[in-house]
């Protein structure tokens, strides 16, 4: 029988913060809760193969990752009865709308990555893992996602 | 970690701002992510069955609960109502409580007696005559609400018009939008797609979907809540499943129940992808031309030729072992025929085989799709649907 009572602990620790990056990367909170739920139900069917938290965190994260690229392209297949996407003016940055409208406009996979790195704070190399993509590749999404947002957002760089 | 690799601070405090839209406390769901995740694992361990409704009794439009005057659509399924033509191979329907259902004649002769249309605003259907619907009669939509959608089951007396179809597979249950195959639609009216229901190699009606220009996410959202809930008695159903291809490997896929899938055993090719899972529709083709892909449980000596026949195989490949595997992309959104890397043909181009490369988690992987076009020109959906569902995981 597996660890009932560690799992329940994890759930609740982790929950919310798969439901936010769901969120941010689905920009829809029902969907995002879907999600989550199918991405720990999916955890808990492994969960006896699955040791230490780090482990099973970075489950949770990829399996919900793929959820939310599937439901993403099912969305974009059902064009009947999709609610239109928002167009995305440049606003004011702390408008929270603003950042949602220009979290919008990017591709999912950039979405991913700049939810991922700069929200998450996974580093490169784990949102690569993550999201079953090259290194690099999750580099020039990262930095596309970061000046379209800057750009829409009007985020003062800093130097790092 | 390289120095390049910093956080950006200022735009992660931007999205720590938009997450705060977000309340703390999802809703509880720890019992239902408990069940589903044990219903997983169960699948995972036992052979796949699925119980299928066994319908008795006569042949009567069963309102199984009473119409409610709630306007608002329960959460819960199963606290729709149920609406039902009860031959022993009747089908059923779940529909939300508000909304109207209109009982359609089947034709004489049709395997079930009545039909359905199922609509969230008040409209009479009519038949093109102005009559009342009539059997094999398309409903007349002109007029129909912007807002308005649709659901509609026609029975059908496939047998009448042989020769007119293909033979083809097994409708699989639940249904989805996107297995319905589109048409050109109605100018200024609602979308429509639809989907022929195939039962033991007979049409047995067609499931029509409307959608108007201006109806709600949520009334689409019930409309399809409502599809997946159409049910034939004897009907495949989707079904999903891990298989453990390796120690560190696993692949999900979900398939028609109809359909075998496998994992090959200790194969190794050396310098060549080594295949690591094989699926594959049952045969329902007249047999003088197959897919020839290899597949797990084919007996070499071909003594059970009947029984292991199929018209369409997919098998995935392991390609990390192949010498010099070409840089390959991520998984595709979608499987496009058209993006394949390798086609070929066989039969006269009536078995087409595609091949598509994808790199996973750093892995490469190779996934050959052979198929009779003949059995699957009706249903092209259903391939793409499989292909799409193929998750590559490591534990």
Known sequence: MADRAGFEAFYAAHLPRVVRAC????????????????????????????HGEDHAGGYVFTTAMRLCSKRRRRAAREVVGAVPERGAPAGDPTDRGAVIDALRTLPL?????????????????????????KESTVRVHLARGRAALRERLTVEEREG | MSDTDVRDEPLGRL?????????????????????????????????????????????????????????????DVDDWRTFASLEDNGWTIQVPPPWDVTELPACRGAEQRIGV??????????????????????????????DGVVLEFLPIVGDSLPGLFLDQPDTVLPLA???????????????????????????????????????????????????????????????????????????????????????YRQIVVIDAPSPILAIASPGVGDGSCRPSLFVPWIRMDGASAQRDAFDVAIVLSDASGAWGPPELPPPPDR???QDATAQREACGGRVRSRTFGFEDGGRPFLLEVAASVEVFREQPEVLRYILDSIEVNGI
């Open chain 2, 177 to 263: 939008p996107e297995l319905l195959k589109r048409t050109g639609g109605i100018r200024g009216g609602p979308r429509e797609t639809f989907l022929g229901i195939w039962r033991d190699g007979s049409w047995i009606g067609t499931v029509r979907r409307y959608v108007g220009p201006d109806a709600t996410s949520s009334d689409v959202r019930a409309l399809d809540r409502m599809l997946a809930s159409f049910s034939v008695s004897g009907a495949p159903r989707w079904v999903t499943r891990a298989f453990d291809v390796s120690g560190s490997l696993e692949v999900t896929v979900t398939r028609p129940e109809s359909w075998r899938a496998a994992p």
């Open chain 1, 23 to 50: 969120a941010l990367v689905l920009l829809d909170r029902a969907e995002s809760e879907d999600v989550a739920a199918e991405a720990f139900a999916r955890l808990w069917s492994h969960w006896g193969r699955i």
């Open chain 2, 117 to 146: 249309a199922v609509t969230n605003v008040s409209f009479e259907f009519r038949d093109p005559q102005g009559g009342p619907p009539d059997c094999y009669d398309r409903l007349v939509m002109a007029g129909f609400p912007r």
């Open chain 2, 335 to 337: 499987f496009r025929f």
């Open chain 2, 15 to 75: 999205l720590d701002r938009a997450a705060e839209r977000i309340e703390d406390a999802p809703g509880d769901r720890l019992a239902e992510v408990l069940r589903r995740g044990s219903r997983r694992r169960a699948a995972r361990l036992t052979a796949t069955g699925t119980a299928l409704a066994v319908f008795a009794g006569a042949v009567a439009v069963a309102g199984l609960s009473l119409p409610s005057e709630d306007a608002v659509i329960p959460t």
């Open chain 1, 109 to 133: 996979r950039q979405r991913q990555s700049v939810v991922l790195r700069d929200w998450a704070g996974f580093p490169t190399q784990e949102v690569a893992r993550i999201l079953g993509a």
